[in-house]
């Protein structure tokens, strides 16, 4: 059974960083193309950032741009977030996906995306 797993969620002060980690079981993430999407209460579901299978290509919203970093260990079968300077509008929860490509590239369109975990709260207050 394919499935993603996201962790590293938590309460952090602004200004603070958290480290978010999504981890595959039941497949190999190296031909996939990895979205990580956020969704705060009340709005619709925004792409953050997202990673090509070999990693070489990335992208990232504007509103994070600068402040969070992607990353994929494909020995470890898990893609991060590195998130610094965190602000209370990055109050949401963070879900990873998954889709197979065959090309090395990937979209911060969640209508692109396969394969979903089921997300991670993360929380900015003081």
């Known amino acids: 059974q394919l499935q993603l797993v996201e962790s590293g969620g938590g309460l952090v002060q602004p200004g603070g960083s958290l480290r978010l980690s999504c981890a595959a079981s039941?497949?190999?993430?190296?031909?996939?193309?990895i979205g990580w999407f956020r969704q705060a209460p009340g709005k619709e579901r925004e792409g953050v950032s997202c990673?090509?299978?070999?990693?070489?290509?990335?992208n990232y919203a504007d509103s994070v741009k600068g402040r969070f970093t992607i990353s994929r260990d494909n020995a470890k079968n898990t893609v991060y977030l590195q998130m610094n300077s965190l602000k209370p509008e990055d109050t949401a929860v963070y879900y990873c996906a998954a889709d197979r490509t065959y090309t090395d590239y990937a979209v911060l369109t969640s209508s692109f995306y396969e394969y979903w975990g089921q997300g991670t709260q993360v929380t900015v207050s003081s």
């Open positions: 990673i090509s299978s070999s990693g070489g290509s990335t």
């Open positions: 039941g497949f190999t993430l190296d031909y996939y193309a």
